[in-house]
């Protein structure tokens, strides 16, 4: 049965994922975007991974895909007929994605993946907490006010090119 979900799911990943490159719509994209990233955490939680799970699911849909819509909502630039939607260079880009699956398919196929049987500790969340808390902290919040700084900053800028 896990097969089975990991495909469902790494074909949702695929579909959501080209859905996001090739439609119009700049809000639709974001969308599937975090449908992708939804779908993501939820093949954590199939490899037993729950902590990587919430991370993704808190900080990449939480955060950053929110940010992106707050940005589109805020941007009246993006509305107008004047944006260009298209690309001149698509050959350019799918002979670069032909070449890099090319590349990742040989990598899996030349890599011998040897099974374990190790069973992950539950408590992998806890130690993790603790060395956020402890020997970490300090980058820790480092990165949370530069990430602030960043939302106001972008804030800023949007409300400037709004008026």
Do not use: W
Not at 20 to 25: G, S
Not at 103 to 130: C, H, M, Q, W
Not at 153 to 162: K, L, Q
């Amino acid at each position: 049965m896990e097969a089975y979900v990991f495909y469902l799911f790494a074909f949702i990943i695929i579909a959501s994922g080209i859905a996001v490159v090739t439609m119009r719509n700049i809000f639709h994209c974001a969308l599937m975007l975090i449908f992708c990233l939804f779908t993501v955490a939820g093949l954590y939680v199939l490899l037993s991974a729950e902590f990587l799970a919430v991370v993704q699911v808190l900080l990449y849909v939480g955060a950053v895909a929110i940010l992106m819509i707050f940005a589109i909502m805020l941007t009246s630039r993006l509305a107008g007929r004047e944006v260009q939607l298209s690309n001149e260079q698509t050959f350019v880009g799918g002979f670069l994605a032909l070449v890099f699956a090319l590349g990742i398919f040989y990598a899996v196929n030349a890599t011998y993946f040897v099974p374990s049987d190790a069973v992950l500790g539950r408590e992998n969340s806890l130690a993790i907490g603790k060395l956020l808390m402890t020997e970490f902290v300090l980058p820790f919040e480092v990165i949370s006010v530069l990430l602030l700084a960043a939302l106001i900053g972008a804030i800023i800028i949007a409300r400037r090119e709004g008026n």
